[in-house]
């Protein structure tokens, strides 16, 4: 069974401070990891993608990934009230169908 | 990236009817589709894999029978909710795997939902 584990927070944190978002997986043979925001009532958004170790970085967001201890995790710099949402962790074994397990999210509020 | 248009966005039905979602890929062709729902303040729970031309893979726990998906061709794919009751109600959600040029990867792109409710 693969699962994917993450605090639900919910997450507060003030405006313009880093906000960190963490998430395990126990699947080993996992290829691909993504972090997804989900406004309420809207559909999830990719944010970013990560398929190696280490850290990636897209403008205000950082994907950090250690497949060692089967762990990824989101930065937020310089958070901003627009940020605030849920965050779904997901990943995918790269076996050809693309079926994503996905986590049960991290509510984060920026709060003003 | 690439766009995925999902039809309609909300639906109301009495209980007992049958409701139609669509999901249709604008710009590139999408050999699986895959359809999820997802109750209040739950995580997206994949429902089936759909396969162009041929029958969707449900995952276990799924009524084949009640939520019948027809993909027949490589930019639309239909999830019919049959016989509709309250319990049904919730926010669908489909999803096609396509190639993200600025990304340089293929990525799983979401259509915009469907919010089912039934009375």
């Known amino acids: 069974q693969k699962e994917v584990e993450q605090n639900s927070g919910p997450l507060s944190v003030p405006e313009g401070a880093i906000a960190s978002l963490n998430c395990t997986y126990s699947d080993r043979v996992s290829q691909s990891f993504f972090w997804y925001r989900q406004y309420s009532g809207k559909s999830p958004e990719l944010i970013m993608s990560i398929y190696s170790n280490g850290d990636k970085e897209d403008g205000r967001f950082t994907a950090q990934l250690n497949k060692a201890s089967q762990y990824v995790s989101l930065l937020i710099r310089d958070s901003q009230p627009s940020d605030s949402a849920t965050y779904l962790c997901?990943?995918?074994?790269?076996?050809?169908?693309?079926?994503?397990?996905f986590g049960k999210g991290t509510k984060l509020s920026v709060i003003p | 990236g690439a766009v995925v248009s999902q039809h309609p966005s909300r639906v109301i039905c009495k209980s007992g009817t049958s409701v139609k979602i669509e999901c249709r890929s604008l710009d590139f062709q999408a050999t699986t589709m895959f359809w999820y729902r997802q109750f209040p303040k739950k995580s997206l729970m994949l429902m089936a894999t759909?396969?162009?031309?041929?029958?969707?893979?449900?995952e276990q726990g799924v009524e084949k029978d009640k939520f019948l998906i027809n993909h027949a061709s490589l930019t639309l794919s239909t999830l019919t909710v049959t016989s509709a009751h309250p319990e049904d109600s919730s926010f669908y959600i489909c999803?096609?795997?396509?190639?993200?040029?600025?990304?340089?990867?293929?990525?799983?792109?979401f259509g915009q939902g469907t919010r089912l409710t039934v009375v």
């Open positions: 997901a990943f995918h074994s790269g076996a050809g169908s693309y079926q994503l397990t």
């Open positions: 759909s396969n162009e031309g041929s029958k969707a893979t449900y």
């Open positions: 999803s096609a795997r396509g190639f993200d040029a600025g990304q340089g990867n293929t990525e799983a792109f």
